[in-house]
């Protein structure tokens, strides 16, 4: 490409080494405001002067063409720079965040894609006229967009920048007018040139004088930098240095119009009308009238007191003469009101430091008393009169929670007080006994469960506790909750009844300090009370444990007696099949007794140990109760009793949500207490609904309970006759066991007896009712019927005993019997083996368990029946063998008869 600089050439070349010179200046004091924003702006017209000068210097058209698009690149930022510049330097800054900036480069990217596209639209140039031999300059035409994209936009910038920097000039002092000047000026100049660009009015014909104007504008920049200390002395607006003070400050001239005013001074004088620049300020508009009239006054004001939105405000008024302008004056509100309370607080802070004092030397001298004096009661009065004397209030009291059926809050009684003798005790007057929270002051209750404490003069609460407190005579109160084991126990309070008081923070927080070791101290009598009482329960305890386990050695060894004795009878020779019948009676019987006394032991052990869960199902209240009606009625008969069944449910009402073989279980063991307790006379159970319980009893005509055993007989390991001469067995563990499920289900029992006339038991649950589908929610009853072709049984038994018995039973029945010990070996049988029927499972073998066995086979085999076998007997196993792939579930010692039935339902 060649190059031909010409004079003009050398014109651009100076403008483009003045502004990099500028440039330079300028980011030498970028600490300052303004100086970066300056250093972009002289970079781009740095930029645009250097690639006109190219421009100007290349010898064909399409050079020409070619440098001028790329000057774009400086021309169209150049503006922008200048716009953003003016705003920073004037203290607009929240004009020109990021966002903001971005936005005001839209147009002149539009305006440089327009001209690198040029050939395609001509919206920057219409054409181009022939390189001049003398000049080689050529002139351009311009498009549509060029007018309006580029002209327009930058004349809208330019006077955007003007009008702020003329508001800047006529706001400050003299060196910083005097740096707007220069500014305003230097941006002057390029624009000046390009209207005689446009107008054809440049001395060569196609020069664009814009980029060598900028010589003349870094002229002015070098110059202000260098002299008048611009960029060193940078301008601060006035909206930093006045607006943001907190101060009012306000200039008025000799006839007092408003020269300058803040924000401050606006709120502080209560002017809505911010532009009353030049208005006499008695015409402002002022609504606080003494703060005006201490203004128009010439003598400054050290303090004036105003009311002003019903609230107190405290003023210092300086007023100085402005040497510049005569008769005008300078004034300065200041706004002391947090100074001067804080000067009152530090007054009554030395009197409050006093009280202090006094009322900690107060608190460790009662704090001694509760301490040293064993006797709780006087050591607690003691502390009170000794803080009340130190608070110098009239009465000091504590009050106790408790819980009485029909609330739902607690109730407080009156427990200790103290008077200085000017107002009348209240401790043994009933009407300060048994009160309740929710009539007298419920809000008290919610307040100090929480924490907090109540406190202030009577006057200013609700209107109901207000009425309550005065007829005490009460003016001042404060209450601190008392939390004993983090329970709220009760409340201390502090009645002032000749005057209202303010409460300080540290009355509040050594009072509550105070209310908090009188509740320890509490807390350490009843821990005494208790350890004494805990001895005697735990001697109570022994007691009954020695009793029990004496009558578990019985219940174990009675039964185990007839076992092993009527077995070895059974071994004689020569017996008769009568004999042999009635002793296999007396095994079985003394057997199932035996079983009962361990299953009793079992169910106390998992009650204890929380392993007992819940399980809720829908039951039929009306087929369990003629169930157990129909079970029970022979052994009452056999005794010579009546035996009735009271009560019903409808149809649609009859199927409640609860756990059956618990409910079951408790009636069982209440019916089974009234049979075996009652020798002559009757037994009756029955139930009834209502509301949302259901209400059960067991009524009998039996032998009565002691009045001194009827709490006793619901505690474990106790029985209402607990001597050795007992004439009833049992472990004594049903009711104790009961008393647990109820309790489990969310009921609750009692019961009424009277001594040799027989006792009722009561008891509810909750009635959970089970809307009745078309489908019957009881279990199908499985009919037995005779196996129609032997099967073939994998028994896993680890047990031999068990295992016999078990293939005993099957072979008598014409099946073949299978032995596995293991698990794995279980599996790896019935993998190799599909023609086995059934498998009963053992659930506790040496490798894996039963569960786990099962879920192994199901596996391969889904079709397979098989029938978990436990001793465990735990509630929930059930379903846990159903989970793992079980058909049925039994559980040792498995009746000959559940073995058959179970065979029968899984196979058919």
């Known amino acids: 490409m060649i190059q031909v600089f010409t004079i003009y050439s050398v014109f651009f070349l100076a403008t483009a080494l003045v502004s990099f010179f500028v440039a330079f200046l300028a980011w030498q004091r970028r600490l300052v405001k303004g100086a970066i924003e300056l250093t972009r702006l002289m970079i781009a017209a740095g930029v645009w002067t250097f690639f006109v000068m190219i421009e100007t210097a290349a010898l064909t058209m399409q050079d020409k063409i070619f440098w001028s698009k790329i000057a774009y690149i400086g021309a169209v930022s150049t503006p922008v720079l200048y716009l953003i510049f003016v705003l920073r330097f004037t203290g607009k800054d929240k004009f020109i965040s990021v966002k903001k900036s971005l936005s005001?480069?839209?147009?002149?990217?539009?305006?440089?894609?327009?001209?690198?596209?040029?050939?395609?639209?001509?919206?920057?140039?219409?054409?181009?006229?022939?390189?001049?031999?003398?000049?080689?300059?050529?002139?351009?035409?311009?498009?549509?967009?060029?007018?309006?994209?580029y002209m327009a936009y930058n004349y809208l910038l330019l006077l955007l920048a003007t009008i702020f920097l003329f508001s800047f000039i006529i706001r400050h002092t003299k060196v910083f007018r005097s740096q707007g000047w220069v500014i305003f000026f230097a941006g002057l100049c390029p624009w000046s040139a390009s209207v005689l660009y446009l107008t054809g009015s440049n001395p060569v014909a196609g020069l664009d004088l814009v980029p060598v104007s900028i010589i003349l504008s870094g002229a002015l920049m070098v110059y202000a930098i260098l002299n008048i200390r611009f960029l060193d002395l940078a301008p601060v607006a006035r909206e930093t240095l006045v607006e943001t003070l907190p101060?009012?400050?306000?200039?008025?001239?000799?006839?007092?119009?408003?020269?300058?005013?803040?924000?401050?001074?606006?709120?502080?004088?209560?002017?809505?009308?911010?532009?009353?620049?030049?208005?006499?300020?008695?015409?402002?508009?002022?609504?606080?009238?003494?703060?005006?009239?201490?203004?128009?006054?010439?003598?400054?004001?050290?303090?004036?007191?105003?009311?002003?939105?019903?609230?107190l405000y405290t003023f210092r008024i300086i007023k100085q003469a402005i040497k510049s302008q005569p008769h005008s004056r300078l004034i300065v509100i200041r706004d002391i009101t947090d100074q001067v309370a804080w000067q009152r607080e530090i007054r009554e802070g030395e009197s409050d430091v006093i009280k202090r004092d006094k009322l900690l030397v107060a608190i460790a001298e009662a704090t001694a008393q509760l301490v040293e004096i064993e006797n709780i009661e006087d050591s607690i009065n003691k502390s009170l009169e000794i803080i009340g004397k130190a608070t110098e209030v009239n009465r000091v009291y504590i009050f106790q929670n408790h819980n009485e059926p029909g609330y739902k809050m607690p109730l407080m009684s009156l427990r200790y007080e103290w008077t200085d003798g000017s107002v009348e005790p209240q401790i043994d007057k009933p009407a300060s006994q048994a009160v309740p929270y929710e009539i007298a002051c419920p809000r008290w209750y919610e307040i100090l469960s929480n924490g907090k404490v109540i406190v202030g003069n009577i006057r200013e609460f609700p209107e109901s506790e207000k009425i309550v407190l005065s007829n005490h005579g009460i003016k001042s109160i404060f209450i601190s909750p008392v939390f004993i084991n983090k329970s709220?126990?009760?409340?201390?309070?502090?009645?002032?009844?000749?005057?209202?008081?303010?409460?300080?923070?540290?009355?509040?927080?050594?009072?509550?300090?105070?209310?908090?070791?009188?509740?320890?101290?509490?807390?350490?009598?009843?821990?005494?009370?208790?350890?004494?009482?805990?001895?005697?329960?735990?001697?109570?305890?022994?007691?009954l444990k020695s009793s029990f386990l004496a009558n578990m050695s019985h219940e174990i060894r009675t039964p185990m007696n007839g076992i092993l004795g009527f077995i070895a009878l059974l071994q004689e020779p020569n017996l008769t099949g009568e004999e042999k019948e009635e002793y296999v009676k007396i095994v079985k019987k003394s057997s199932e007794r035996l079983l009962t006394t361990m299953h009793d032991i079992m169910d106390i052990s998992k009650i204890e140990s929380g392993l007992m869960p819940v399980l809720l199902s829908d039951v039929n209240i009306n087929e369990l109760t003629a169930i157990l009606h129909s079970f029970f009625k022979r052994e009452a008969e056999t005794k010579g009793l009546q035996f009735f069944f009271t009560g019903s449910i409808a149809e649609n009402l009859e199927t409640v949500?609860?756990?059956?073989?618990?409910?079951?279980?408790?009636?069982?063991?209440?019916?089974?207490?009234?049979?075996?307790?009652?020798?002559?006379?009757?037994?009756?159970?029955?139930?009834?609904?209502?509301?949302?319980?259901?209400?059960?009893?067991?009524?009998?005509?039996?032998?009565?309970?002691?009045?001194?055993?009827?709490?006793?007989?619901?505690?474990?390991?106790?029985?209402?006759?607990?001597?050795?001469?007992?004439?009833?067995?049992?472990?004594?563990?049903?009711?104790?066991?009961?008393?647990?499920?109820?309790?489990?289900?969310?009921?609750?029992?009692?019961?009424?007896?009277?001594?040799?006339?027989g006792s009722t038991f009561f008891f509810q649950i909750p009635f959970i009712h089970v809307i009745k589908t078309t489908e019957s929610s009881s279990p199908p009853i499985t009919i037995i019927t005779k196996q129609e072709r032997p099967l073939k049984i994998l028994i896993t038994e680890d047990d031999q005993v068990n295992y016999y018995f078990l293939r005993v039973i099957l072979a008598k029945a014409g099946h073949k019997v299978m032995h596995t010990v293991t698990g794995g070996e279980t599996v790896e049988i019935c993998r190799q083996n599909p023609g086995i029927d059934v498998i009963i499972m053992d659930i506790k073998l040496p490798d894996m368990d039963g569960y786990e066995a099962t879920r192994e086979i199901r596996k391969f085999n889904t079709e397979i029946p098989i029938i978990a076998l436990t001793a465990y007997a735990i509630e929930g196993d059930r379903e846990k063998a159903l989970e793992a792939g079980c058909n049925h579930y039994l559980s040792k010692p498995v009746k000959k008869e559940e073995l058959i039935r179970a065979l029968t339902s899984t196979t058919q």
């Open 104 to 149: 005001l480069f839209i147009v002149p990217v539009i305006t440089m894609v327009f001209a690198i596209t040029n050939d395609k639209h001509h919206l920057i140039w219409l054409g181009f006229s022939n390189i001049s031999v003398e000049t080689n300059i050529m002139e351009y035409y311009h498009g549509i967009w060029f007018w309006i994209g």
């Open 247 to 311: 101060d009012g400050i306000l200039a008025l001239d000799g006839q007092n119009r408003i020269q300058d005013i803040n924000e401050a001074a606006l709120t502080f004088l209560g002017i809505r009308d911010k532009n009353i620049i030049g208005s006499p300020i008695e015409s402002s508009g002022a609504s606080v009238i003494p703060l005006l009239n201490a203004i128009i006054d010439h003598k400054s004001v050290d303090q004036i007191e105003i009311v002003n939105n019903a609230e």
């Open 488 to 543: 709220f126990w009760g409340f201390i309070g502090f009645d002032d009844s000749h005057q209202e008081r303010s409460w300080t923070a540290s009355e509040e927080q050594i009072l509550s300090a105070a209310t908090n070791t009188i509740g320890a101290a509490y807390l350490r009598k009843n821990n005494q009370d208790e350890l004494v009482a805990a001895k005697e329960k735990a001697e109570e305890s022994d007691r």
């Open 657 to 757: 949500k609860t756990d059956r073989d618990k409910l079951n279980s408790i009636l069982t063991n209440l019916i089974k207490n009234a049979l075996k307790f009652t020798k002559k006379g009757y037994v009756e159970f029955g139930y009834s609904a209502k509301n949302d319980i259901i209400e059960f009893f067991v009524k009998d005509t039996g032998i009565g309970i002691p009045e001194i055993r009827r709490q006793a007989i619901f505690g474990r390991f106790v029985q209402a006759d607990i001597s050795r001469s007992r004439l009833y067995e049992g472990s004594g563990l049903g009711l104790a066991i009961t008393k647990a499920y109820i309790e489990m289900l969310g009921g609750k029992i009692w019961m009424e007896s009277e001594e040799s006339y």
